[in-house]
């Protein structure tokens, strides 16, 4: 018992492995959520066609009379969010950078609610405090989310049951980085700002979906705890003809 225990401490680099019921629960949570924003969206792009997806931003929705639909998508998103936030805390525990970046993407996910709750201002009407604080939690939600894909990359190297996550969450922390200093650019020149942060939001709704399945996802624990069980298996010598 103590050799099977020493090995999973070994094959996790100290981290927990939960892949239990809830586990997965909360993996299917998160993806529901990303989907019910997907969909909104959608839906909105539709019925907001007066919205100039190249000029305006997501949080514009929220104007009008369809504020409502956008509002319950934003909450969706966060609780889907922070659902995908409790399945790598269990998966991956809180030490070291693994458990760093658990806690930057919980607080991303946080900021969706800060931001739905705080509605933007419309187009033309002076800054007020609502808005100030909507601006704030956006931005900062995408900042933190950024953050939290980069040290969660580091942490997946040294993690055998995520390397095959790996180069999602790299690449998807490149495009993201880029799709954000494109924004900042966009807003600073007046260029196409809501198309830059409409490919900052789709990056990283990919990765959030993507990685709620893979916590959704079944896995043998024998794998989980020693990647290297299949090729390190006994042989069992040749089957007799009559087997």
Not at 17 to 27: I, M, P
Not at 72 to 98: C, D, E, P, Q, T
Not at 183 to 207: H, K, M, N, Y
């Amino acid at each position: 018992m103590r050799g099977l225990r020493a090995r999973w401490r070994a094959a996790t680099n100290g981290v927990s492995v939960k892949n239990d019921g809830l586990t997965r629960a909360f993996g299917v949570a998160g993806a529901l959520g990303v989907l019910t924003f997907w969909t909104a969206l959608a839906l909105l792009h539709a019925l907001r066609a007066d919205l100039n997806v190249l000029d305006t931003y997501v949080s514009d929705y929220a104007n009008g009379s369809w504020g409502t639909l956008f509002t319950l998508a934003v909450f969706a998103h966060g609780a889907g969010n922070m659902a995908i936030a409790a399945a790598l805390y269990r998966k991956l525990g809180r030490r070291g950078l693994a458990g760093l970046g658990v806690l930057a993407f919980g607080v991303a996910a946080a900021g969706f609610f800060v931001a739905g709750i705080f509605p933007t201002d419309p187009e033309g009407v002076p800054r007020s405090i609502p808005g100030v604080v909507h601006r704030g939690a956006a931005t900062g939600s995408f900042a933190i989310e950024l953050t939290a894909l980069l040290v969660l990359a580091l942490a997946f190297r040294v993690l055998p049951a995520w390397r095959d996550h790996l180069r999602v969450t790299v690449s998807a922390a490149v495009a993201a980085a880029l799709a954000l200093a494109w924004l900042v650019l966009g807003i600073s020149i007046d260029w196409v700002p809501g198309l830059a942060e409409r490919a900052a939001l789709g990056t990283f709704t990919v990765w959030e979906f993507s990685t709620a399945l893979h916590l959704a996802r079944p896995m043998a624990l024998r794998t989980a705890v020693d990647p290297h069980y299949e090729a390190n298996k006994p042989d069992p010598g040749p089957r007799s003809a009559d087997t």
